[in-house]
């Protein structure tokens, strides 16, 4: 949505209900079971301010929903917020940006695993940034 005097705004949220229908591996019936690191929920906003003279910037929270790391379903990880930011500029056909990623430095996890008793845990990114060039031409 755009809003008076160069703000803008914009919304996006998925809710997904996966689990297995009729799913068997090794001899277990898995059925009714949550789908292995799709979370149930995922949501962002975008909430920004664009000037022909300063340029744009914009503030991005985003939830990342509870999800879990095996078919049974005994690893899980709740849900969890980051906030992102990014700054571009034009110059003609030159796009300069700057994007700051979990600006808070969430410790999370992304995904994992569980099987035969060894969790395994991938961790969100930290704090990152990264800065570029778009030409369009």
Do not use: C
């Amino acid at each position: 949505a755009k809003f008076p005097h160069g703000f803008y705004s914009s919304v996006s949220f998925t809710y997904q209900d996966s689990e297995f229908v009729d799913f068997t591996s090794e001899g277990v019936d898995y059925s009714g079971k949550k789908i292995p690191n799709i979370p149930d929920v995922m949501f962002a906003t975008n909430i920004g301010y664009r000037n022909e003279i300063l340029g744009d910037i914009a503030l991005n929270p985003v939830y990342l929903g509870k999800r879990y790391f095996n078919y049974a379903n005994t690893g899980e990880a709740e849900g969890f917020w980051v906030l992102n930011a990014t700054y571009r500029k034009m110059f003609g056909q030159v796009e300069l940006f700057v994007t700051a990623r979990n600006i808070f430095d969430k410790k999370a996890v992304a995904k994992g695993s569980v099987y035969y008793g060894i969790e395994s845990l991938y961790p969100y990114p930290g704090f990152n940034v990264l800065a570029g060039v778009n030409i369009t031409f």
